[in-house]
């Protein structure tokens, strides 16, 4: 029996996400240096309503419960649209890119490493499983950053459930694909 704590900025997105610049492997240093992380761009279809709902509650959820932090040392807490926020159309921010097309996208990171399990929640030990296009869905966490003068609403990474494969992203393809022909007609060895 499992104890479930409401977390009003904790979401599980639907099935139908697609993980795209999918490193939860081994973390990697941001450019210009930093703290290692682990990240997904977690790519939501405009259909998947009931997500991006869930997003946008949890997104206000933790500017109401970050307030203290958005404040600072200024005399007011800015209005949550003059801060940046993780939620993004992807076609306007990722224009021309046909994975990001009719989607929102989420950019979620981590400083631990994120569960990733299979459709039965069995571990996912395999690496080579883990790659940029996968289908699946990711329980992520919203969270209010003030640093350095640059105030908003962060993404934060808990899991990843991968529910299928997916067409690879980025140009790289899986050796499994790249040799299903072998019915060559020509005998290299002949």
Do not use: W
């Not at 993980?19 to 290692?36: A, F, Q």
């Not at 921010?93 to 979620?108: I, L």
């Not at 105030?151 to 140009?171: E, M, S, V």
Request: glycine share 8%; hydrophobic share 30%.
């Amino acid at each position: 029996m499992s104890t479930v704590v409401n977390n009003p900025t904790k979401v599980i997105t639907g099935k139908k996400c697609v993980m795209s610049y999918l490193n939860v492997n081994e973390p990697k240093t941001p450019l210009g240096g930093g703290t290692p992380k682990y990240s997904v761009s977690i790519i939501i279809p405009k259909s998947d309503t009931a997500t991006i709902e869930k997003i946008k509650a949890a997104i206000q959820a933790a500017y109401e419960e970050g307030q203290s932090k958005l404040k600072g040392n200024s005399k007011v807490v800015p209005a949550l649209e003059d801060l940046k926020t993780p939620l993004r159309d992807g076609d306007k921010d990722r224009k021309g890119d046909e994975a990001y097309k009719s989607c929102y996208f989420v950019n979620a990171n981590s400083t631990t490493k994120p569960g990733v399990v299979d459709a039965d929640r069995q571990p996912i030990l395999d690496t080579s499983e883990l790659y940029s296009g996968i289908i699946g869905r990711a329980s992520i966490n919203f969270y209010a950053f003030n640093s350095n003068g640059n105030r908003g609403i962060a993404c934060g990474l808990n899991n990843i459930q991968k529910l299928a494969d997916g067409t690879p992203l980025g140009g790289h393809s899986r050796a499994e694909d790249d040799f299903a022909d072998d019915d060559d007609d020509e005998d290299f060895l002949s």
